[in-house]
């Protein structure tokens, strides 16, 4: 009986989520909110590199960012940490994915 009400819990918090149906979305960096982090954190770093050196290096690290680091649903990722189960499904889907679209694509 606890299961069934865990679950309609999680299906009422899903809902009411600020986060429904975009569970996980790429972080949004862009190289002048690093310039400031780094001002702030490391003040006269800017000064030490060029002005076009920083501008690069930041903007690598800001495309880096995106493609590394999501922002994700709380209770999504709670629930990929309790059932190992569904982060393979999840996975499993993920390394299938160019196969199961060239599959699509063939059937039509």
Same mark, same amino acid.
């Given at each position: 009986?606890?299961?069934?009400?865990?679950?309609?819990?999680? $299906?009422?918090?899903?809902?009411?989520?600020?986060? &429904?149906?975009?569970?996980?979305?790429?972080?949004? &960096?862009?190289?002048?909110d690093?310039?400031?982090?780094?001002?702030?954190?490391?003040? !006269?770093?800017?000064?030490?590199? !060029?002005?076009?050196?920083?501008?690069?290096?930041l903007?690598?690290?800001?495309?880096?960012?995106?493609?590394?680091? $999501?922002? !994700?649903?709380?209770?999504?990722?709670?629930?990929?940490?309790?059932?190992?189960r569904?982060?393979?499904?999840?996975?499993?889907?993920?390394?299938?994915?160019?196969?199961?679209?060239?599959d699509?694509?063939?059937?039509?």
């Amino acid at each position: 009986m606890s299961d069934i009400l865990e679950e309609a819990s999680a $299906l009422v918090q899903c809902r009411e989520c600020p986060w &429904y149906r975009t569970c996980v979305t790429p972080m949004r &960096y862009t190289s002048e909110d690093l310039r400031r982090q780094m001002q702030s954190t490391i003040p !006269g770093a800017a000064a030490a590199m !060029g002005e076009t050196e920083l501008q690069s290096f930041l903007a690598n690290i800001a495309a880096a960012a995106q493609s590394l680091i $999501l922002e !994700g649903c709380p209770i999504f990722i709670q629930r990929l940490r309790t059932s190992p189960r569904l982060a393979i499904k999840i996975k499993q889907i993920m390394q299938n994915w160019a196969s199961e679209t060239r599959d699509e694509v063939s059937d039509n």
